[in-house]
C-alpha cells in the first residue's frame, strides 16, 4: 500500500509562511494528479490545492494568492509553501492522490499539524 509521509508544520504567527512536505512511497507518483488536503477540528477534510501529472494547478479560492503547490517527480516528493497565514489555516495538512471523494479515502498518513496563533 502507498505510504505518505508528511512534515514541515508548526506553530506560527498569524502573516507567518511554512513549508510543508510530503514523500510518497511507491513508483506511482509521477503519473498520478497530487494535492494537499486539511482539516480543521471538528470539520471534514477539504482539498486545498491539487497538482497535475502535467503541471495543471488548481487551488480552493480560500488559499488562492497565498499558497503555492509544486511537486518533484525524481523524489516522490509534493510541497505546500504556505504564506501570510490566517487563524483558519490552522489544521491538520495531508497530501494524497488527488480523489473524487475525499470522504472515502481511507488511506492517509499522520498529517502535520500547522497551528497559526498569536
Known amino acids: 500500500q502507498v505510504q505518505f509521509v508528511e512534515s514541515g508544520g508548526g506553530l506560527v504567527q498569524p502573516g507567518g509562511s511554512l513549508r510543508l512536505s510530503c514523500v510518497a512511497s511507491?513508483?506511482?507518483?509521477?503519473?498520478?494528479?497530487m494535492a494537499w488536503y486539511r482539516q480543521a477540528p471538528g470539520q471534514q477534510r477539504e482539498l486545498v490545492a491539487s497538482?497535475?501529472?502535467?503541471?495543471?494547478?488548481n487551488y480552493a479560492d480560500s488559499v488562492k494568492g497565498r499558497f503555492t503547490i509544486s511537486r518533484d517527480n525524481t523524489k516522490n516528493t509534493l510541497y505546500l509553501e504556505m504564506n501570510s497565514l490566517r487563524p483558519e489555516d490552522t489544521a491538520v495538512y495531508y497530501c494524497n492522490r488527488k480523489v473524487a471523494n475525499v470522504g472515502r479515502e481511507k488511506n492517509w498518513g499522520q498529517g502535520t499539524q500547522v497551528t497559526v496563533s498569536s
Open positions: 497538482i497535475g501529472s502535467g503541471g495543471t494547478i
Open positions: 511507491g513508483s506511482f507518483f509521477n503519473i498520478y494528479p
